[in-house]
T-cell receptor, first 117, second 110 residues
Framework: EPEVTQTPSHQVTQMGQEVILRCVPI?????FYWYRQILGQKVEFLVS????????KSEIFDDQFSVERPDGSNFTLKIRSTKLEDSAMYFC???????????????FGPGTRLTVL | RKEVEQDPGPFNVPEGATVAFNCTYS??????FFWYRQDCRKEPKLLMS???SGNEDGRFTAQLNRASQYISLLIRDSKLSDSATYLC???????????FGTGTSLTVIP
């Protein structure tokens, strides 16, 4: 069964460093998302991406964040200068249909745990 | 106002019990509704979509009330393996953003 994959599974970094989190969405999916989940808190939407551009982003997704689809398979989230409060689990997700399609299911990757020291 | 609100629980029920979770959402333009389950430190996994007419999948029944902006999930004959956090998920007016509730924690006790 096709699945979303993410690397690395765990990333430890120093405050102020740049990190790149990588995702490989399901191959025939067209819509991609990044979420974060701070330990013990709810899953929070960061950004959606379609046709090589951002469709929508939340207030969390400030200038420190960027996303890219550098080739036909990878979808990356970059944090330019990490802060302590960026420590969280970051989930990538993909869907085959446009956002407003009824019952548009999302398929999540296993997540990358980011720890900022 | 939160986009999606859920009772966080926890719900502790014996095996075989029936348990119901509720969720309300604020955006009347939302068109997609889901229940996901999340095991500890794992990714959310789709449990079921919620259709306007209500739908059932084995022991699980989901209902949607658009007028009240209310979604429910009923689990019958609870199993130990049902222990997880259940997340109510609703999409935005544009459809490009999905809002998660804080989740309802369920523990099924032998």
């Amino acid at each position: 069964e096709p699945e979303v994959t993410q690397t690395p599974s765990h990333q430890v970094t120093q405050m102020g460093q740049e990190v790149i989190l990588r995702c490989v969405p399901i191959s025939n999916h067209l819509y991609f998302y990044w979420y974060r989940q701070i330990l013990g808190q709810k899953v929070e939407f960061l950004v959606s991406f379609y046709n090589n551009e951002i469709s929508e982003k939340s207030e969390i997704f400030d200038d420190q964040f960027s996303v890219e689809r550098p080739d036909g398979s990878n979808f990356t989230l970059k944090i330019r200068s990490t802060k302590l409060e960026d420590s969280a689990m970051y989930f990538c997700a993909s869907t085959p249909r446009r956002g407003l399609a009824v019952n548009n299911e999302q398929f999540f990757g296993p997540g990358t745990r980011l720890t900022v020291l | 106002r939160k986009e999606v609100e859920q009772d966080p629980g926890p719900f502790n029920v014996p095996e075989g019990a029936t348990v119901a979770f509720n969720c309300t959402y604020s955006n009347s333009a939302s068109q997609s509704f889901f229940w996901y389950r999340q095991d500890c430190r794992k990714e959310p996994k789709l449990l079921m979509s919620v259709y306007s007419s209500g739908n059932e999948d084995g022991r699980f029944t989901a209902q949607l009330n658009r007028a009240s902006q209310y979604i429910s999930l009923l689990i019958r004959d609870s199993k130990l393996s049902d222990s997880a956090t259940y997340l109510c998920v609703v999409n935005s007016r544009t459809g490009n953003q999905f809002y998660f509730g804080t989740g309802t924690s369920l523990t099924v006790i032998p």
